[in-house]
């Protein structure tokens, strides 16, 4: 538990501290809950230590995050949006006017408005809280579509750049140092056999067919808080990883993270599959608010999208296992060895379902408006 009283000291409140308590289930950041009192009205607010063992220049970090949620929040407020303050995480400054505050400890903090009657699901249970997080999700990438000034930031350089991925595999290969290379033979033939798949994206951007714009990079569904009476995706979350990207990461992600049959580190194979109804769901919600600013093509790439997500995943999985288990928290031996296998299931499974879900994306778009890249 850090000194909060201390902590709530750095910042512009407003308000007077009353308590605080650990809060959420994220294993980077370090996250409380904290009541205020101002003039007499019990508020909440979250304080956040930003890991900086992982996010190495929280300084350039948070002002990606300030930049996209005061463009947001502007965007909301424009268009007279009745809870523009609750679509958007706020950043609340600290006494020097900067969106982060350095405790004695050297540590870094953010604090952020608490988004009441809303709540993150580590496990989405129906198909309405995909499509509503979906929705969500692009709604976040339309607000910050015409965000002007510099790039941002990377704060995590070619997160996504699936071709450096599969570099960093081979690598791994190469060195062996765990000496595990020889007992996944299959995985690796099944990795190096895509590689044309992992450049598709990358090949797209450099040749301007599709554009780089503002993305999330981290499109778990549970970095959406949805309405505890409606489900209605309020506002997203988790923006440690917004920075540049393709929407195709993002879209992808929500594919890989919310359509399997099973959890991540299924070890009976035969189990591994994809519920095309909520492929459907995503696809639904998803064009439903981005639709209005997404090029062609990259609507006809969504499908191919859950692909290349999952197929990246596996690989960072295979990667890590051949390098002796130093990135991914492991439970048990052979654990990022279960959870590749799963990974690469499931990009089996998209691929032998691949037609059907191009489909649904043609009747959900309509046929005339998106082009599939061969």
């Known amino acids: 538990m850090h000194d909060l009283r201390h902590v709530s000291g750095l910042f512009d409140m407003r308000a007077d501290f009353v308590d605080a308590q650990p809060y959420g289930s994220g294993h980077i950041n370090d996250t409380y809950c904290a009541w205020y009192d101002q003039a007499g009205l019990r508020i909440r607010f979250i304080h956040q230590r930003i890991n900086h063992n992982i996010f190495k220049d929280p300084a350039a970090l948070m002002e990606n995050i300030e930049r996209v949620t005061a463009h947001s929040l502007a965007r909301l407020l424009d268009q007279g949006h009745p809870e523009a303050h609750r679509r958007t995480l706020t950043v609340i400054p600290a006494l020097d006017g900067r969106p982060y505050a350095i405790d004695r400890d050297g540590n870094f903090w953010r604090t952020y408005p608490f988004i009441e009657r809303a709540r993150g699901y580590d496990e989405l249970k129906t198909n309405l809280q995909a499509e509503q997080a979906a929705r969500a999700f692009g709604e976040f990438q339309k607000l910050?579509?015409?965000?002007?000034?510099?790039?941002?930031?990377?704060?995590?350089?070619?997160?996504?750049?699936?071709?450096?991925?599969?570099?960093?595999?081979?690598?791994?290969?190469?060195?062996?140092?765990?000496?595990?290379?020889?007992?996944?033979?299959?995985?690796?033939?099944?990795?190096?056999?895509?590689?044309?798949?992992?450049?598709?994206?990358?090949?797209?951007?450099?040749?301007?067919?599709?554009?780089?714009?503002?993305?999330?990079?981290?499109?778990?569904?549970?970095?959406?808080?949805?309405?505890?009476?409606?489900?209605?995706?309020?506002?997203?979350?988790?923006?440690?990883?917004?920075?540049?990207?393709?929407?195709?990461?993002?879209?992808?992600?929500?594919?890989?993270?919310?359509?399997?049959?099973?959890?991540?580190?299924?070890?009976?194979?035969?189990?591994?599959?994809?519920r095309l109804d909520r492929f459907?769901?995503?696809?639904?919600?998803?064009?439903?608010?981005?639709?209005?600013?997404?090029?062609?093509?990259?609507?006809?790439?969504?499908?191919?999208?859950?692909?290349?997500?999952?197929?990246?995943?596996?690989?960072?999985?295979?990667?890590?296992?051949?390098?002796?288990?130093?990135?991914?928290?492991?439970?048990?031996?052979?654990?990022?060895?279960?959870?590749?296998?799963?990974?690469?299931?499931?990009?089996?499974?998209?691929?032998?379902?691949?037609?059907?879900?191009?489909?649904?994306?043609?009747d959900v778009a309509g046929s005339s408006k998106i082009v599939v890249a061969a």
């Open 144 to 274: 910050a579509a015409d965000l002007g000034g510099t790039r941002l930031h990377e704060t995590i350089p070619n997160f996504h750049h699936t071709p450096k991925r599969l570099q960093a595999l081979q690598d791994a290969i190469d060195a062996d140092i765990a000496g595990r290379a020889r007992t996944c033979k299959a995985e690796i033939e099944f990795a190096l056999a895509r590689a044309t798949d992992c450049r598709r994206v990358t090949d797209m951007i450099a040749a301007g067919v599709i554009p780089e714009r503002v993305t999330h990079n981290d499109t778990k569904l549970n970095n959406v808080l949805l309405d505890d009476v409606t489900s209605e995706g309020v506002c997203v979350i988790d923006l440690d990883t917004t920075m540049p990207g393709s929407v195709l990461y993002d879209f992808g992600d929500m594919v890989r993270t919310a359509t399997p049959t099973t959890r991540e580190d299924e070890v009976d194979l035969s189990l591994v599959g994809i």
């Open 280 to 362: 459907d769901a995503l696809v639904r919600g998803y064009l439903d608010s981005a639709s209005s600013f997404l090029n062609i093509s990259e609507i006809g790439m969504l499908a191919f999208s859950g692909k290349l997500l999952t197929l990246e995943c596996g690989i960072r999985f295979l990667t890590d296992h051949l390098q002796g288990d130093v990135y991914f928290k492991t439970k048990r031996p052979g654990h990022n060895m279960d959870r590749c296998r799963s990974q690469f299931a499931m990009v089996r499974a998209i691929e032998e379902n691949l037609e059907q879900m191009e489909e649904i994306v043609q």
